[in-house]
């Protein structure tokens, strides 16, 4: 076949041009539409994991990208200045209005809703000291604990009060003076107490202790500083000594109340007394106060500490504006301005103990809608009530309002009207205490774990962090690479110009997207800086070797072709060039150059013997065709072996570099010789004499031959011992895998990363997940969910939030929550109180219906549960982790992590469970990294041998020629453990190319070892001429594709350095077992094989390569 290619070439050197001109412009069409892209999921292996995280995002959407943007302060003291603040509301503002963004989470998303609740206002519309105090409520537990109103207690006094009509007397009534108050929040109940100076004056039983008063209060006066000045209202709350019963009743008739009243004189009801509480409104604009009898209120006298106490639920205070509840909604409070004090009621004329007649409500509304309609008698007694700051027409419309409240007491008496109560005591003398008693709701404590989560950890000692993050979601049509660095160019454009605006705050971004597109970015950095340096390096030195122009672009436009073949098919499949298809270049031209090399080599020496152009290039094809065949072919197969490998970007690489080698041998063997044939076809033959004095390559690597022949047992013994240490070596090298291996350490994006994970560890957003399919609304499936968040508490990796709480979610920390809000679903969803949990598959499905229809819940949901039709069908555990390391070798930590979540693992029914998340996918890739790798470099070596075993038909000689592969896989794994390099995606394949690249060398000295052997059956000659000759051209084809590598060391990509300087030293050692060391061994088993058969390679006299007998002359002449 090669010396019908040779003829071809002869006869029609300008249709072989053409041709292979045609197939380069038709592949060149194609590179425009080559797509330059790096992602995550291109390195994700074919497997159960990587299928059920891509359902994850198919049922829960969780394949949205984010952007992290790092804010610190600038001309602000911390990011949670005022002025920082309204920045960075405004940088929220603007960058939702973009299209291109979904959703934002910072600081603002947590503060913004406390502005809204406290001040009905947003973050925007609040004033300096509403801001203020917004922050202050977010970031700050409320005091636990009982607090204390005054800040001084009331001096003991005595108290003055009527006894008659003459005087008033002074008396020190201790029970009626009060020391101080005190309120405390506790389990849904307010508790106020009214320290007296002592409670041993109080009659028992409990009456008023002064002198004609049947009615008396110890009350505590306060406002609701949120809320808005329109529904602005004054409280009091009073606990009351009163009559037990009324006497007589107006509007119930004479015969009612007689009755009555003998009913409670045979009671003994008329002289006892009780004790209730009231809460005294004041209604907006109104002077006038309306007590409301409260019916979850407990009072207690405590005589040892001297304490009147009530406990009151908030539910109830809530339904006057104290705290609200709407649902499960809860608005907070703050309760200030305080006052205390005590006053008793007595009839406004005669000052006798009053309390004891009272107003039917309906009779009292009744006369008051006529009173109305008479303007003479209305305007009389409108006249009197003004006296006690009471409108007739106000108090109609307020008894209206009221009734609508469903509040009103069945009666009424004077007692009602606070202006008739005399006041004892007053606490303070002057003015009002400005403590502040916060009623905060639970959601305001969950906003606040969050919200730490999204400003730096320095708070924690400064209360000022010089740092928050805030997550922009983005809003990808599709994960296309041009697409995503579209998005992100928007927005990162966007926010250069908005931090160009603000002074308060300085603004970078980081996130997938970004980093996406730097890897791409820097991998065509890369080509730029690769490419030509390549070029130039192997011109220099193809120059120095043949100090001839057109040996010299020869092959340079070999490899030129067949870089336009491989990447032209690499477009036309379909297949994006990625980090991993980079190193593609260096090994496609120092093949390209070794091929040509050494056809180029034997032509001119066969030139140089006086042989015609058309001569020497069909000898060329013939003998060193042979070589570069069985190179190539043996090339071939070791690289097909990467197809076993379980990662589909491993195995494209495989297939591309055999792809490679093949268009480089074609192009090669078919353009080369033809445009060599072209150029020399009508210049001269002559015989060339050498120069005594000039260097001279191949006496140079004669003379090394002959010193390697006099010490072989030191050669052997030098390369046993380097055997052995590397191979202790080798079993200390690290695997490792991340996408930051692919990016510069000093890149700006993966800095970033590091400063937020050190500025916030609680911010952590890598999540893994355990996948629930099945029929999921059961109870045990929901068991098995709550058993599953206790077990993941103890997890060594599991993010935490600020307040040390495992940081995770799924439909069980959704139902706790919406319990906690609204208690009122206990009962409607028949929820155990020993689990929290619904009793019945029913009361599973119903309760998952209302959480997926309901307005607050519903987005919640809809992330973590599933729903075909009317069924649930899978439910995620969603789970945030933080490993804190950088270390390369990450695999122990990714191994502890899948072995706890599968300790967590719970019993969920008929439903199937699945540990995944791209964490664990890395350590499937980890895993099949190395496995696959061992398995391909075994295929490799394997394939290879018996393909060389076949070829020269003899099992020992295929295994010989395998030696210095083995050598310099050896050396080169060890090499990498003292270097300090680890096997990642790139270097990991080193392995397989030292057997592709390595049995090149090894070919080309077998063969010529084989054809001097057989033509001069003498050994040491044919070692000799074998080193001398061939090794000549191996040099030079060894030194271009080990500068073509060693470029890599300055490819801006870490993981390209490392590949390029482990691939140089690889050509290196596979170089220097080649030629120092198969020679020898090839000796020895000629000089075995010829004592054995009597012959090296085939009986007889000594062979020409045609097959006729040799002239040893001619032979020392080759």
């Known amino acids: 076949m090669l010396d019908r290619l040779g003829k071809i070439i002869e006869k029609k050197p300008w249709f072989v041009v053409l041709v292979i001109v045609l197939i380069t412009i038709g592949f060149s069409l194609f590179i425009p539409s080559l797509v330059f892209k790096t992602n995550f999921e291109d390195f994700a292996p074919d497997n159960e994991q990587v299928k059920a995280n891509k359902r994850i995002a198919n049922y829960f959407g969780m394949s949205k990208q984010t952007m992290i943007l790092y804010i610190q302060t600038e001309q602000a003291d911390s990011t949670i200045d005022l002025q920082a603040l309204r920045d960075q509301y405004d940088l929220q503002k603007k960058l939702i209005e973009m299209p291109e963004v979904n959703a934002t989470i910072s600081f603002i998303t947590f503060l913004d809703p406390v502005c809204r609740m406290e001040f009905n206002k947003t973050l925007e519309n609040c004033s300096d000291g509403q801001l203020k105090a917004a922050v202050y409520d977010l970031l700050n537990e409320p005091q636990s604990g009982e607090i204390t109103i005054f800040n001084n207690d009331d001096p003991n006094e005595q108290i003055d009060y009527y006894r008659s009509f003459l005087r008033s007397s002074g008396k020190t009534v201790d029970s009626a003076d009060i020391k101080n108050c005190h309120i405390l929040n506790e389990n849904n109940t307010l508790t106020f107490s009214f320290e007296v100076y002592s409670l041993s004056d109080l009659p028992s039983p409990i009456k008023p202790p002064f002198y004609r008063v049947s009615t008396m209060e110890w009350y505590l006066e306060f406002q609701n500083s949120l809320l808005p000045p329109d529904f602005k209202m004054t409280y009091q709350i009073a606990i009351r000594i009163e009559p037990t019963t009324s006497r007589w009743q107006i509007g119930n008739g004479l015969f009612q109340n007689l009755q009555y009243l003998l009913q409670q004189y045979k009671n003994h009801n008329l002289t006892s007394y009780k004790t209730t509480a009231y809460l005294w409104i004041k209604p907006p604009g109104q002077e006038m106060y309306f007590p409301i009898p409260l019916h979850t209120a407990n009072i207690s006298f405590d005589s040892h500490s001297n304490r009147i106490t009530i406990s009151v639920a908030r539910k109830e205070l809530g339904y006057f504006g104290i705290a609200p509840q709407y649902g499960s909604f809860e608005l907070p409070a703050k309760l200030t301005n305080f006052t205390a004090g005590v006053r008793y009621y007595q009839s406004p004329l005669l000052k006798r103990p009053g309390g004891r007649v009272v107003v039917n409500t309906s009779y009292l509304f009744n006369r008051i809608e006529r009173l109305q309609s008479r303007p003479l008698i209305s305007h009389l007694i409108s006249r009197i009530l003004q006296r006690y700051d009471i409108n007739l027409d106000n108090f109609s419309q307020i008894s209206e309002s009221m009734q609508d409240t469903i509040v009103l007491p069945s009666s009424f008496s004077l007692a009602t009207i606070q202006k008739l109560w005399t006041q004892t005591e007053s606490v303070p003398d002057t003015g009002v205490s400005t403590i502040v008693f916060p009623l905060l709701p639970q959601l305001f404590r969950d906003l606040r774990v969050n919200a730490l989560s999204f400003i730096s950890t320095d708070y924690a000692k400064t209360a000022a962090p010089h740092a928050s993050i805030c997550i922009v979601q983005l809003n990808l049509e599709s994960t296309d ?295 999921i609304a059961t109870v045990i499936t929901l068991q098995g969910l709550m058993e599953t968040h206790e077990n993941l508490n103890d997890n060594q990796f599991i993010a935490r939030k600020a307040d040390g709480s495992a940081k995770t979610e799924s439909i069980i920390t959704i139902i706790q929550q919406a319990i906690v809000n609204n208690q009122s679903l206990v009962p409607l969803f028949n929820i155990d109180d020993s689990t929290g949990l619904p009793k019945t598959n029913a009361d599973v499905q119903r309760f998952y219906d209302y959480l997926y229809t309901n307005d607050q819940y519903w987005i919640q949901t809809a992330g973590v549960l599933h729903k075909e039709g009317d069924k649930y069908t899978a439910t995620i555990i969603r789970i945030y982790v933080d490993l804190q390391s950088n270390s390369d070798d990450m695999t122990k930590q990714f191994e502890q992590l899948e072995e706890e979540f599968h300790e967590d693992l719970a019993d969920y029914g008929e439903a199937k469970s699945i540990i995944t998340g791209n964490l664990l996918i890395t350590l499937s890739i980890l895993k099949n990294m190395t496995e696959s790798q061992i398995l391909s470099t075994g295929i490799c070596f394997v394939l290879a041998a018996i393909m060389l075993i076949l070829i020269y038909r003899d099992p020992v000689l295929g295994l010989i020629v395998m030696i210095p592969v083995t050598i310099s896989i050896v050396w080169v794994l060890g090499s990498m453990y003292f270097i300090g390099y680890t096997l990642n995606i790139l270097t990991i394949t080193v392995t397989s190319i030292t057997i592709g690249v390595g049995i090149d060398y090894s070919c080309y000295i077998t063969t010529r070892f084989r054809l001097v052997a057989d033509q001069t059956g003498d050994v040491t000659k044919a070692v000799t001429e074998t080193i001398s000759r061939t090794g000549s051209a191996i040099v030079i084809a060894a030194l271009s594709s080990m500068f073509g590598f060693g470029v890599l060391a300055f490819a801006p990509i870490p993981p390209q350095q490392q590949f390029g300087i482990i691939t140089a030293i690889t050509l290196i050692y596979a170089f220097i077992s080649s030629i120092l060391i198969l020679p020898l061994v090839l000796a020895r088993w000629a000089i075995w094989r010829k004592k054995r058969k009597g012959y090296i390679i085939s009986p007889g006299p000594p062979k020409r390569s045609d097959g006729s007998t040799a002239n040893p002359k001619d032979i020392v002449e080759q």
């Not at 011109?539 to 043949?546: E, H, P, T």
């Not at 190179?631 to 570099?657: C, K, Q, Y």
């Not at 052997?716 to 380097?722: D, G």
Request: charged share 15%.
């Open 481 to 775: 690479a041009s697409e995503v660095a579209r998005v992100n160019n928007n927005i990162v454009n966007k926010i250069d110009e908005l931090n160009r605006r603000y002074s308060s705050i300085s603004i970078q971004a980081t996130g997938e997207g970004i980093v996406t597109t730097q890897i791409n970015d820097v991998t065509m950095q890369a080509n730029t800086i690769i490419g030509p340096f390549i070029f130039i390096i192997i011109l220099c030195i193809l120059f120095l070797a043949f100090k001839k122009p057109s040996y010299v672009l020869l092959p340079i436009l070999v490899f030129a072709f067949s870089s336009i073949w491989l990447f032209g098919t690499m477009a036309l499949l379909g297949i994006t060039f990625s980090i991993i298809t980079v190193a593609l270049l260096p090994l496609n031209i120092g093949l390209g150059v070794e091929y040509s090399v050494n056809i180029l080599y034997n032509y001119r020496a066969e030139r140089k013997k006086g042989r015609t152009s058309s001569e020497a290039i069909k000898i060329s094809i013939t003998e060193v065709g042979i070589a570069i065949f069985l190179a190539w072919f043996t090339t071939f197969i070791a690289f097909l072996s990467f197809l076993s490998a379980t990662l589909p970007p491993v195995r494209d690489f495989g297939v591309f570099l055999a792809l490679g080698i093949t268009y480089t041998f074609i192009i090669s063997m078919t353009l080369l010789a033809s445009l060599r044939y072209i150029i020399d076809r009508r210049t001269t033959a002559a015989i060339v004499q050498p120069k005594t004095k000039s260097f001279s390559m191949t006496e140079t690597m004669g003379r090394l031959a002959q010193i390697l022949v006099r010490h072989q047992k030191k050669v052997f013994l030098t390369t046993i011992l380097l055997c052995l240490v590397m191979g202790t070596a080798v079993t200390q090298v690290k695997s490792g895998f991340s996408m930051n291996q692919f990016i510069p350490q000093d890149n700006p994006a993966l800095k970033l990363y590091s400063q937020i994970n050190e500025d916030f560890p609680f911010s952590s957003q890598d999540q893994e997940y355990i996948l629930i399919e099945g029929n």
